[in-house]
């Protein structure tokens, strides 16, 4: 007679066999389904602390911005993980929440941490609608462990569970994704990241005290919908870290003095610049590996292209609020009507009033810029946030997509990742306004149009030939 317990330990050691032997990522029976590791969930956009391993061995641990790290259960040496490919909602910033696919009830997926050498057994469940893959993106692992359908495997298919086994081989950064249907499902939000931390010291990896991953994502959503178009190539309207939008996205608080290590990995369909006031960095590393110190040079800037990693690292040792964002500047903005005339100078007296008559909520914008917008009181369609957001203790802070603040403080404690609140700027070194000095020119007076018979110009009108004002991102 076979009792429960017994059922689970034979279903367990046939599974480990069985995947142990493959070289193919392959299907897991109902038997052995029972002997899986139970898959973690999570559904909250908060940044979770960092996950100090268990067991195994040490390492210290990375920060997933409004992410998490995935547990895991170590069985016979061996690392076990499961993740969920399935639907799940995910809040890109408070009152605008995205119908996505992604892992373990989150999108990203969660991080995966391992130590080099590690043997990692991965099952993957599809509970999405079609078939699916899992592709881990720069590593060296067996041929038939590579994740891409119909080349190295089967795909799996929805209900079924397959598993993935390999050992780390090589200390660094990289993504997961799926690599079936790649464009619909990872236009859904379908990535996650993967670290594996060195097994000892290394001599192009420097010990840090900070570790921060991100990933770089865009999606088409329109105002008022809550599901992506998938089709859209280039006409992303929303630009993500981790799939929140300032003022969604959590800042990076660390300790005057500190080691940090900012993780990048851009899974979206164009070149990320990716900018830090205050300090220089340098490129540590990338999805190939560390890169040698002699090859490293100070940066205030780096791109990171489609499909890659760019790890940079730097002393903070700046004390206040310093900007990190993408130096693209549409994308620090978040939905917005790319096919609106320029009306700077344009001069609207008189106009709105008249416009008023027929459209009572008609309001003129744009004839001074767009910072207007900041401060703007209108209702916004169901389910979107204002395309410029977010307050700083100066004001408006005018931004949105992929932006967020670095904050360094002499009392941050070690190890502490709360948010320490505004910087308090030591008195004097804040940059204010200032009376005109004795014997300056008076301002100009505002020239207004002299009257004129002659009809008035067309404005000048310029168009790509597909029609689209922002293609090539």
């Known amino acids: 007679m076979i009792s429960r317990r017994n059922l689970f330990a034979r279903a367990a050691a046939g599974a480990a066999l069985g995947a142990a032997g493959a070289v193919n990522a392959s299907g897991v029976s109902r038997v052995a389904m029972a002997a899986l590791p139970e898959p973690a969930q999570r559904d909250t956009p908060d940044t979770a602390p960092p996950l100090t391993p268990p067991d195994g061995r040490p390492y210290n641990p990375v920060v997933t ?29 408070p009152g605008c929440t995205a119908h996505l696919w992604g892992y373990n009830g989150q999108s990203p997926g969660p991080t995966i941490e391992v130590v080099e050498g590690d043997r990692v057994r991965i099952y993957v469940t599809n509970k999405l609608p079609e078939h699916t893959s899992v592709h881990w993106h720069g590593q060296r692992l067996p041929n038939g462990m590579d994740g891409v359908s119909g080349l190295t495997q089967p795909a799996i298919k929805p209900g079924e569970t397959f598993v993935y086994e390999f050992i780390a081989r090589r200390p660094g950064t990289f993504m997961y994704h799926p690599h079936a249907d790649e464009m619909t499902q990872m236009a859904m939000g379908m990535m996650g990241f993967w670290v594996t931390h060195p097994k000892a010291r290394h001599p192009q990896i420097a010990e840090v005290q900070r570790d921060f991953c991100f990933l770089l994502s865009s999606y088409d959503i329109d105002p008022g919908s809550y599901t992506p ?34 993780r990048i990995g851009n899974l979206t369909m164009t070149n990320h610049p990716i900018h830090l006031h205050g300090h220089e960095f340098e490129v540590t590393g990338t999805d190939g590996g560390p890169v040698p110190r002699s090859a490293r040079w100070p940066e205030v800037t780096t791109d990171v292209a489609v499909g890659q990693m760019r790890q940079i690292e730097f002393i903070a040792d700046e004390p206040g609020d310093w900007a990190i964002h993408c130096h693209k500047s549409h994308h620090t903005m978040n939905a917005m009507g790319h096919e609106v005339d320029t009306l700077i100078g344009v001069d609207h007296r008189g106009l709105a009033a008249r416009i008023n008559k027929v459209i009572p909520d008609y309001m003129a914008m744009g004839e001074r810029g767009m910072a207007d917008m900041a401060d703007m009181e209108m209702p916004l369609p169901e389910n979107t946030v204002p395309m ?39 008195r004097g070194t804040v940059a204010r306004a200032v009376d005109a000095p004795p014997g300056a020119p ?11 018979s002659a009809p008035a110009l067309e404005p000048l009108r310029v168009r790509k030939p597909d ?3 922002h293609q090539g991102h």
């Open 65 to 93: 911005l409004n992410g998490w790290t995935l547990p895991w259960r170590m069985r016979d040496g061996v690392k076990e993980f499961h993740l969920v490919a399935e639907p799940v909602l995910r809040e890109l910033a």
């Open 442 to 452: 008076p301002a100009p007076a505002p020239r207004t149009a002299a009257p004129s």
């Open 388 to 426: 410029m957001a977010g307050r700083g203790p100066h004001g408006a802070l005018e931004m949105g997509g992929m932006f967020s603040v670095l904050k360094v403080r002499k009392d941050q404690k070690p190890g502490d990742y709360r948010d320490p609140g505004w910087y308090a700027a030591p």
């Open 229 to 262: 178009r998938t089709m859209t190539m280039t006409d992303f309207n929303l630009w993500t870290w981790n799939s929140r939008v300032f003022p969604g996205i959590d800042t990076l608080n660390v300790r005057q003095g500190d080691r940090v290590r900012v």
């Open 467 to 469: 029609g689209h004002g």
